[in-house]
């Protein structure tokens, strides 16, 4: 056996563990994870300054750079972040529609734990602990595969854990790093298939498509989002330009940020030098298509990649509409499924609006931003699923878990 | 474009029309096809006879023959099922977890369908309108892709429910048989990423493991059935008997049939004459480990490869084992994760069963036949899953479906 099948097989003889661990367990090892980091956030200063100086060595630009860098604040943070987990319901052991049926068995449907989940991951350590911590209390284990540039750090994060997890009397192999970060050990992991139940790529969408069309495990796509905002004809002008400033320049670099904005012609020459203006104040880069280029001469000609890109940066595709249908239809050629909105005041068309768009999250009158665990009141996640098996949206505890019937008899036959 | 994914283009239109069809239109839409169907029935009959002369001169073996069958009876059974489909609750548009957030969010998670399902099958052709009727109800198009052996059958039907669907104002796209039965539409199928939401294959291991290790679609497992008996020490001997009769001989071509019997060592010379005297009515062969050879020597010795298969026929692997532990530990290395049984007497024997064991189904007392989508109340089903992801166990109308967050805002920014 590979080392990383041979990580499997200990995974998967932890998540039958876990599987039957109670709650108060659970919890415990949590708090202990997260006083252990408290305690040692000295060692893992130590290990990231190891990773920081690579990086600038290896010449990370600054926002990168901003990602990988641990500081006691940030440290103390993540502690919280595990210590909040303890606070969330525990999803597992919960039984639902549970009735006597006609001969007499009774038979309800339990929520249980996945088993073992794989977790890529790019350059951020602190998703080492997020992951773990709502991997543990959801009753799964998990294998993190973080990136290279993060190595030390994730490496310092895991021992803590998996030492914290011993001395709260479960298995260490409840939580473990792949400390091979060549893209071989990305391809191991896909095909892993006698011990991996869940596979979750969350990077850029390179990463991503890659896992999907050649994954041999169930992956859930996370992740890339080309949301758009849709400033329909009955808008409050001042809203939407709100809207779409917030919704592009919030942080532009996160899935939920809009990527372009759809504008009706009736109300294009009013709205976009108002939207201009305040996304002027921030250096955001318009591109647009012929219309909009007649109302703002400034603008870059939009090209037909620009209108399917994910910019994650200070530049919005902008174009014109004839109304709700075009709208529509060009959500549905060119959006990723991930969270879109409109701005109106026609109730026809807010209902319209939601009914047609096919994402995980629709919105009106309101910015995408807010696609996210927390918001939506899940608590943390390990990210948002752009598919629609199994999870849609923001994946919180509840969406790493499965289920099974369990039923009582009392000798019956068929 | 090939003609597979002429068709696959073709239902994806379809599915977005009948994402917002609404409940009453979908049951016209399945009223008009019952009633299609007994009409019709001489037109199917002609086409079923043409399958089953093909399949005698090919040698069919009478059980096979049998499913293949149709008669006015089984039409007309099958226009019953599609009836009953219409009484079911429609599983779209139901919204859940709908709150007001802290910041004034109305935030819900809705039901909606996964848009198009492709579903590859094996000869009964009646699975042909079942899953044609199931998929419509809950707002999905389908392209079904059944066995060669049923091609006239499927192709009458799928005619007659396209006419019904267009006749009720619905796209007869909705519902498309692919007409090349060879493996290339398989493997067609299985990567047809741009329009096919979820492919669902039933039918043998062979098949099924091929489409899951190679689908680039998103895939859903179904069937596979290495089911236990595990008749513990405080067992009720008769029910112990009745039971792993029932569930062996009742129907052992089925995916929930038994195909071994664990027995503990303090009953195992009182139990294993009372069960085989049982099984012998059905001349049921039994393969047995070296203590069960010792107290029934009439038995054939078992090898390792019988403890893993699906016999699918008067068959049953016998072990006697030391107690629960060891019952707990076969059932993990062996099992198919489909549906197991403990018959016991003692309380925590019962509960730690339910507890431990990871499959789809999870009995106490009671066959393992009753696995079920009917049974289960959920209705007719499309398939049992044996995975953990999305579904599992079996997969009636709620279970094909996603969800999607709708946010109804007042110019929220973050």
């Known amino acids: 056996m590979t080392p990383i099948e041979l990580q499997g097989q200990a995974a998967k003889a932890a998540a039958r563990v876990l599987a039957v661990t109670g709650t108060a367990a659970k919890n415990a090892a949590l708090a202990e994870i997260a006083k252990s980091l408290r305690e040692n956030t000295d060692k893992i200063l130590a290990a990231n300054a190891l990773d920081m100086g690579a990086a600038r060595e290896s010449g990370m630009r600054e926002s990168l750079l901003d990602r990988l860098e641990l500081t006691a604040a940030r440290i103390a943070a993540i502690a919280d972040g595990v210590e909040e987990i303890i606070t969330l319901p525990d999803p597992i052991g919960k039984v639902e529609n549970m009735s006597t049926r006609p001969n007499g068995l009774l038979i309800g449907r339990k929520k249980v734990p996945l088993g073992v989940i794989a977790f890529i991951y790019e350059a951020r350590p602190n998703v ?109 002008l001042e809203m939407g330009a709100e809207i779409i400033f917030n919704a592009k320049t919030s942080r532009p670099s996160v899935c939920n940020a809009a990527e372009t904005l759809l504008v009706d012609r009736d109300i294009a020459a009013k709205f976009l030098p108002l939207a201009k203006a305040k996304l002027d104040t921030k250096n955001t880069e318009l591109r647009g298509c012929a219309e909009t280029l007649k109302i703002l001469p400034d603008a870059t000609p939009a090209t037909e990649e620009d209108f399917y890109a994910e910019f994650l940066d200070y530049i919005l595709a902008v174009k014109v509409v004839g109304g709700l249908d075009e709208a529509l239809a060009h959500i549905a050629k060119y959006g990723s499924g991930h969270s879109e909105a409109i701005v109106t005041n026609d109730y026809a068309a807010s209902q319209r609006f939601l009914e047609d768009v096919d994402a995980a999250a629709v919105y009106v009158n309101a910015s995408t931003r807010f696609t996210d665990g927390g918001v939506f009141g899940l608590g943390a996640e390990l990210g948002i699923s752009t598919q629609k098996l199994h999870a849609r949206g923001p994946m919180g505890l509840e969406q790493l878990t499965s289920s099974k019937y369990i039923i009582y008899g009392s000798g019956q036959v068929r």
């Open 128 to 236: 080492t602990v997020d992951a773990a911590a709502l991997c543990l209390k959801s009753g799964n284990a998990v294998i993190l595969r973080g990136g290279k540039e993060a190595f030390n750090s994730n490496l310092a994060f895991t021992e803590l854990m998996r030492a914290a997890l011993s001395s709260a009397g479960l298995p260490e192999n409840a939580v473990s790093l792949i400390t091979d970060t060549t893209r071989e050990s990305v391809g191991e992991l896909m095909n892993l298939v006698s011990y991996v139940d869940l596979l979750i790529p969350r990077g850029g969408a390179g990463l991503i498509n890659h896992v999907v069309t050649n994954a041999k495990v169930p992956v859930i796509q996370t992740g890339v989002g080309n949301c758009h905002i849709y400033v329909e004809k009955t808008a409050d």
